[in-house]
């Protein structure tokens, strides 16, 4: 069964630094999604990408995140200058399309990003 | 306010017994739909169980069901006949028609006893 594809498992960085979480979303799917869980905390929403361009975004979703499709396969998540708040799980989802309250999201296994 | 309600964090539960995990969820919308994932100690968030808010009847998927009770705005998920390889946490979430993004809950985690 295809399946979202995410690198790398976990991320150790400094404070300040960036970082770029890397997913590979399923083949045919259009829409594409970055979620994060802090710790011991609910799964949150931060943005949604399709066509090339970012349709929703959360209020975590500050100047200091970027999401990109550098090429065909390829969706990114930058964040610029890491703080120790953005220590969290951080999942990409991709779906088919966007067909109604129904759509499936796939999800990925997710990056651990820790920042020290 | 919170759209998607777990009130239960942790639950245990005997190898081959059901389990019934709680969630209630909040909206104005019409239409919406209520999805269920797993998400074993591995960390992937497994989709297991959904339920459009115009669909008729409770949704099963093999050893997963739905107690989809819209005057009381739940949707609990039944497993039936637990193994030890259903120890997860497990969330609840809701999309909306006027909200494309998906809300969690909190999640529920369950422990499978031998």
């Known amino acids: 069964e295809p399946e979202v594809t995410q690198t790398p498992s976990h991320q150790v960085t400094q404070m300040g630094q960036e970082v770029i979480l890397r997913c590979v979303p399923i083949?045919?799917?259009?829409?594409f999604y970055w979620y994060r869980q802090i710790l011991g905390q609910k799964v949150e929403f931060l943005v949604s990408f399709y066509n090339n361009e970012i349709s929703e975004k959360s209020e975590i979703f500050d100047d200091q995140f970027s999401v990109e499709r550098p090429d065909g396969s390829n969706f990114t998540l930058k964040i610029r200058s890491t703080k120790l708040e953005d220590s969290a799980m951080y999942f990409c989802?991709?779906?088919?399309?966007?067909?109604?309250?129904?759509?499936?999201?796939?999800f990925g296994s997710g990056t651990q990003l820790s920042v020290l | 306010a919170q759209k998607i309600t777990q009130t239960q964090p942790g639950m245990f539960v005997q190898e081959k017994e059901a389990v019934t995990l709680d969630c209630t969820y909040d909206t104005s919308d019409p239409s919406y739909g209520l999805f269920w994932y797993k998400q074993p100690s591995s960390g992937e968030m497994i989709f297991l169980i959904y339920q459009g808010s115009y669909d008729q009847q409770n949704a099963t998927e093999g050893r997963y069901s739905l107690n989809f009770q819209k005057a009381r705005k739940s949707a609990n998920l039944v497993i039936s006949a637990s193994q030890l390889g259903d120890s997860a946490m497990y969330f609840c979430?809701?999309?909306?028609?006027?909200?494309?993004?998906?809300?969690f809950g909190a999640g529920t985690t369950v422990t499978v006893r031998a």
């Open positions: 989802a991709s779906s088919e399309a966007n067909r109604g309250v129904g759509e499936k999201l796939f």
């Open positions: 979430a809701m999309r909306e028609f006027n909200d494309y993004k998906l809300s």
């Open positions: 083949s045919n799917h259009l829409y």
